[in-house]
């Protein structure tokens, strides 16, 4: 069964720097997509960035982006030029396309972002 | 606008009493799925539905039921079976095909609390 985990179960910096949330994931296949999602204190949970595993570049989004390292299996997410609206937890999260059936997504435990002012 | 209705924000159940979560989405997604949130273990799978009147047991479905009559609503049950029920519950939505890895639709939880 594929795992993923997030061994930072809290992290925090300073508005306006740069901070990494670290991710990894365990499977034996070849296909697969990955997401992190944000979850504000509303616990709506937000679509921050997706990656495809066949893809070799990067995704980024604004100032979010990966580094995707396939065969070490890491996804890491760092974000630039924290705000204070970025403060949430993040979940980094699996998902490998069926061949029949619903698409299930895989989440880690969390990281919770702290920004400091 | 499209989305998810989940109802209620937050419900408290006696011991001994089932309890259902309802779930409503209007994005005409074929596929639905119930997470159980609990502090630092992520979300996790209880139950999900690729179409209407077909539902799997996900990781955790001991203790829960579901049904899917309408391809809108995807309601839950807590029933007394499940020990510790007190959780973060989310519905989420998916196309149901390849459009679904751009990822799921959430919506705004249900906060359980057994009293």
């Known amino acids: ?117 | 606008d499209g989305g998810i209705t989940q109802s209620p924000k937050y419900l408290f159940r006696k011991e001994g009493q089932n309890v259902t979560l309802s779930c409503e989405q209007n994005l005409n997604h074929d596929a639905m799925y119930w997470y159980r949130q609990d502090p630092g273990q992520g979300l996790r799978l209880i139950y999900y539905s690729q179409i209407v009147n077909d539902f799997q047991k996900g990781d955790i479905a001991e203790g829960y039921s579901v049904s899917r009559e309408k391809k809108e609503s995807f309601p839950l049950t807590v029933t007394s079976a499940q020990k510790n029920p007190t959780a973060f519950y989310l519905c989420a939505s998916s196309t149901g095909t390849v459009f679904s890895l751009y990822g799921y639709t959430f919506g705004s939880g249900t906060r359980l609390t057994v009293v």
Do not use: H
Not at chain 1, 26 to 45: A, C, G, V
């Open chain 1, 1 to 117: 069964a594929q795992t993923v985990t997030q061994s930072q179960p809290e992290m925090s910096v300073q508005e306006a720097e740069t901070v990494t949330l670290s991710c990894t994931y365990d499977t034996s296949e070849s296909d697969y997509y990955l997401f992190w999602y944000k979850q504000p204190p509303s616990r709506q949970m937000i679509l921050v960035i997706r990656q495809e595993a066949y893809k070799q570049q990067n995704a980024t989004e604004n100032r979010f982006s990966v580094n995707f390292q396939k065969a070490a299996k890491s996804f890491s997410l760092k974000i630039s030029d924290s705000q204070l609206g970025d403060a949430a937890m993040y979940f980094c999260a699996y998902l490998r396309p069926p061949i029949q059936g619903a698409q299930k997504l895989v989440f880690g435990q969390g990281t919770r972002l702290t920004i400091n002012p």
